[in-house]
């Protein structure tokens, strides 16, 4: 009868080798997966961020057009001022007037942070707090029931060397200046026509710009 003989050399360079390729493969793969899952997860928190503050602001101001009833509406601001050929900073402001003789303001206000300094490589906080500032208001301007509603923050980046003259705020942008990734894209009031429209619409790098406010009411029909 033969007996087998086991081998004791264990295993070799080349299987060691082939099993450490193979563990890589499947760590990676892994990694690969619940970064995408993480992902996507984080894509769902923000868009659900997004959908309650536009039902928030849509319900606050369209309840007051609908039940106190809309006669009138007047831009009384307007700026969309032109920063070194990019950003485009934009105010609005609209007077309300409805049925009862009370009156409200609706403002928004994008301002977004540009580059106000010299930039050194020392610079890591914003000078001058000026990082993005993305509002919408609505209320009795001076009274107690007027709120400003901050867009969701939903993460910020740096604008890069987008504003600054000095190559060495590439990595900083302006002063470390917070350019937030959800941000208000464009702005449209119109009061034309006895139909009184207010569109914002919003911007996120994920998710493009398919998200917005948007709000109809006639004027003066009752």
Do not use: W
Request: hydrophobic residues 30%; contains cysteine; proline residues 2%.
């Amino acid at each position: 009868m033969k007996l087998l003989k086991l081998n004791n050399k264990g295993l070799t360079a080349i299987e060691i080798l082939v099993c450490f390729v193979l563990m890589t493969i499947l760590v990676v793969s892994m990694y690969s997966t619940v970064t995408t899952y993480k992902n996507k997860q984080s894509i769902e928190s923000d868009k659900d961020k997004i959908i309650a503050y536009k039902n928030l602001l849509t319900k606050e101001i369209q309840d007051d057009l609908v039940k106190k009833g809309l006669v009138d509406a007047k831009v009384v601001e307007k700026l969309n001022d032109e920063v070194s050929g990019t950003t485009v900073d934009k105010r609005y402001k609209v007077e309300l007037l409805f049925r009862d003789g009370s009156k409200k303001v609706l403002e928004v206000n994008a301002d977004y942070a540009k580059d106000f300094g010299t930039c050194s490589t020392a610079d890591t906080t914003c000078l001058n707090d000026k990082d993005d500032v993305l509002t919408i208001s609505y209320g009795t301007e001076g009274g107690t029931d007027y709120t400003t509603y901050p867009l969701p923050d939903l993460g910020y980046g740096y604008n890069g060397n987008t504003f600054s003259t000095n190559s060495s705020c590439s990595s900083k942008g302006d002063q470390g200046c917070k350019i937030y990734d959800f941000r208000i894209n464009n702005i449209i009031i119109n009061t034309d026509d006895s139909i009184f429209s207010f569109y914002v619409g919003f911007y996120h790098p994920d998710l493009g710009t398919r998200y917005g406010i948007d709000i109809v009411c006639p004027i003066n029909y009752f």
